[in-house]
């Protein structure tokens, strides 16, 4: 089935660290990846929809210059986190869709627990 | 707004129940829906989706969708402890990104 690998699975860090996070599909092709953060006992939020070769599209209240996001090929998008302080400490979870399949399942990574000092 | 809601429980189940987790959606539009299972600390994984008016089985999960009353269920037959997680109900129209309920607390009670 389809696999979706996300890297760290776990980060600590300092305020004022940038943090790259790396989303992987496996065994399939995405142009469209998706980016989640979800706090302790909430719902997922929507972050931003990752398009391979061109600008996110965040959504409301989500700050593109501090949550920057490529998506340079069919099987990678990465989150960076920039200068993260300790209210960005969350659980960052990338999703993905075959590309081929609209409206196939979208399948998620493990996610990474970022945890700001 | 597209809004997805369920219920946030807990629900409480005794084990070899039959859990009953349902879902209700505004966008009269929507196509595809979801049910994902999230266990605590974890990502959520997929359990079912559902296309059609109508049941979809699978082992003991069983999906129900009424596009006219705009309702999204699942059903777990002989429920066991290992069931118990936060289950989400996502809905989806043409290429759109999933929308996400709050979830559904489930406990199995051995």
């Known amino acids: 089935g389809a696999v979706v690998s996300q890297h760290p699975s776990w980060v600590i860090c300092k305020s004022g660290t940038s943090v790259k996070i790396e989303c992987r599909s496996l065994d399939f092709q995405a142009t469209t990846m998706f980016w989640y953060r979800q706090f302790p006992k909430q719902s997922l939020m929507l972050m931003a929809t990752?398009?391979?070769?061109?600008?996110?599209?965040?959504e409301q209240g989500v700050e593109k210059d501090k949550f920057l996001i490529n998506h340079a090929s069919l099987t990678l998008s990465t989150l960076t986190v920039t200068s993260a302080h300790p209210e960005d400490s969350s659980f960052y979870i990338c999703?993905?869709?075959?590309?081929?399949?609209?409206?196939?399942?979208?399948?998620f990574g493990d996610g990474t627990r970022l945890s700001i000092l | 707004q597209k809004e997805v809601e369920q219920n946030s429980g807990p629900l409480s189940v005794p084990e070899g129940a039959i859990a009953s987790l349902n879902c209700t959606y505004s966008d009269r539009g929507s196509q595809s829906f979801f049910w994902y299972r999230q266990y605590s600390g974890k990502s959520p994984e997929l359990i079912m989706f559902i296309y059609s008016n109508g049941d979809k089985e699978d082992g003991r999960f069983t999906a129900q969708l009424n596009k006219a009353s705009q309702y999204v269920s699942l059903l777990i037959r002989d429920s066991q402890p290992s069931d118990s997680a936060t289950y989400l109900c996502a809905v989806k129209s043409g290429n759109t990104p999933l929308v996400f309920g709050k979830g559904t607390r489930l406990s199995v009670i051995a």
């Open positions: 999703s993905a869709r075959d590309r081929g399949q609209g409206a196939q399942p979208q399948h």
């Open positions: 990752s398009n391979e070769g061109s600008k996110a599209t965040y």
